[in-house]
């Protein structure tokens, strides 16, 4: 990465270098680990003799500073094996980014006739289905993987040719409460025909846009607004406001959007985008969801419109499960569907433990918590810790404040 030819691999690698430590079980820990699986769960004090240090030998089948000697790397050469091939991967599709080559996997198709239906069984089919051009290598795959696993994550759940059945068929993830909960979105996603015209005569009452709410929103605010747009085409039908809140909602984007004065009439300050198609609108909040929702800004939720989606939100994670500690019971509250994806299996089950840790029973699982048929196929690498790799969206489960049904007691009965 040191002798990159782009210069913002360069930069990369110099980071890594000044951030991240050595994982060799010599070294002194510098962090508690985060799960069992974290190099950082080999380090034992009682027999670690070496004080933490940097990484700074980059490994020469991948490319990635990995180690902070080339003893340490060679006599670690095991452990660092079983990542090896990862880490080349990612390092290669990084400098594809960076090649100037043209990318006709990033060029998306328009809207198709309502009659063509689209195969949500995994990537490939949908990619076929929606007469994506052909992409015939892995590396071009990933990339396009990359930016369309945040739409088609929320389309694979939501559309009423999803792949995930209910848990009563053989694989099945959705729960009965699921079933229902989903059943209600689906109505209004794939609504009837009307009949309606431009006529006076054929004049229809217009139902409100389906509205999803992507909270703590980073990168996937700054996606290209043609990736977002594939949403919609999967309900041709119904209008969408895609809301994003999070205070890292407008990260690296100032000059792009500079961020709005609050005003009265504008008090969150929000950058609303209503020109990108006629079926949708994007709307961006810099602010925590907890102070909007006590603001009663959204209010009211509607469980046959409304959709909340948390793309891999730490509910649990140490340094961010304060953040959520508030906002949760608030989203519980709506009693609408919460679709929430984690990289990986652990991190799903530490968000769902934490979960029920803090509000018990009052919490419906929709869906098993299980792999991501729509994940990113490409690796990507936590600049603070080489070794920790991960895939965005590997895994998804949905979840929904729990519901209390009146039951009609007979006079006579007792």
Known sequence: MSESPSPNIRKRA????????CPHPSHHPTRMALSPHDPESRKDPANASIPPSLVQFECPDCGIPVSCSEEHWADDYESHMELCDTLREINEDDHDLRSGRHFPEFESPGQQMEEVLVNMTNWDTYLYTREYQAINDDRSLRQATRLLTYPLTIGSILSELSPYESIHRKGGRLTTEGLRSLAALRYSLHPPRTGGDMTVK????T?????????GARAESSLPREAWIQLSFLF???PFHLIFIGPEAMANRDREFPLPER???NPFGAIVEDRISNHMKITTYVEYYHTLHQAGFFQPFDPYFDCFVLFHPGLGHPASAHEWSETLPQLLETKVPIISTGYTEWDMRRD??????KVGGEMDILMEPGENKFRSLRWDLNDYDPSDVS??????????????????KDEHEG
């Open 14 to 21: 110099a980071f890594i270098k000044s951030h991240a430590y």
């Open 202 to 205: 054929g004049l229809r009452p």
């Open 207 to 215: 139902p409100p846009p389906m509205r999803i709410f992507i909270l």
């Open 236 to 238: 041709p039908r119904v």
């Open 263 to 265: 005003t009265p009439a």
């Open 352 to 357: 769902i433990d934490w979960c029920k840790e």
């Open 391 to 408: 895939c965005g969206n590997w895994g998804v489960w949905t979840f929904r404040g729990k519901r209390y049904e009146t039951q009609m």
